[in-house]
């Protein structure tokens, strides 16, 4: 069994089977290292270029579901494919990234990969991508419905301010808003933390109820 095969046993794991042939192509042409990663409430996937001869890097978290697995990776590679043409004289999310990441998601938008209800929400977000696809809440809503269904139950900016939720088995105090984050306190180390506005947390029962009238 030779590196592509691996790969693409690999890949099967993460995103749907029809988008498999073409990134495991991809991970030889481009030469990097797809790491998996587990949750990161900051980030869904990162870029690191070579470093004193090293290869690409690319990191994705472990529990996305295919279909962000599969936008958040060829977020990352429209990263990789920018830096071998531009290096770091562009801006990360500038018009070089914005282009080469249409041009790398135009062989996945059919009916064989995304539902079309997914495809939808993302032909319009690919008009204008931003740094990250939670930035477009038509598109993180759709997504969302594809996750597996969990007892996390309900999206921060629901949260009431000064609200302590639970994330990640730590305690949370809700804070103030920037732009489509939430500042919020880890209440144990007291260190702050971004989360985005649509980020999942659990509440206690007694909030639940007094938040009910929000969801």
């Known amino acids: ?17 029809t988008a498999v042939s073409q990134i495991a192509n ?10 998996i990663k587990k949750e990161r409430s900051t980030k869904l996937g990162d870029y ?30 429209a990263h990789l494919t920018t830096f071998n043409k531009y290096k770091n004289s562009v ?15 135009q062989p996945f938008l059919n009916s064989d990969i995304f539902p079309v209800e997914l495809l939808y929400a993302l032909n319009k977000y690919l008009q204008n991508p931003a740094a990250s696809s939670c930035s477009d809440k038509n598109l993180y809503r759709a997504l ?3 996750d ?16 302590v939720f639970h994330y990640d088995g730590k305690l949370f105090e809700k804070g103030e808003r920037i732009r489509t984050r939430y ?30 009238n929000l969801v």
């Not at 269904?149 to 949260?159: L, M, P, R, T």
């Open 183 to 212: 500042q919020c306190k880890e209440l144990k180390s007291g260190k702050t933390y971004l989360f985005h506005a649509l980020a999942e947390v659990q509440l206690f029962e007694e909030q639940w109820k007094n938040t009910s």
């Open 148 to 163: 597996e269904k969990s007892d996390a139950g309900i999206f921060i900016e629901k949260v009431p301010l000064k609200t």
């Open 91 to 105: 801006l990360p999310h500038g018009t070089e990234w914005k282009q080469e990441f249409k041009t790398l998601m």
């Open 144 to 146: 969302k419905l594809y």
């Open 1 to 17: 069994m030779n590196q592509q095969e691996r790969n693409e046993i690999i890949l099967k794991k993460y995103i749907p089977e």
């Open 48 to 77: 690191r270029s070579p470093i004193s001869g090293s290869n690409h890097q690319i990191t994705i978290n472990y529990n996305l579901n295919k279909y962000a697995f599969l936008i958040t990776l060829v977020h990352e590679i």
């Open 26 to 35: 991809w991970i030889v042409d481009y030469d990097f290292k797809l790491k």
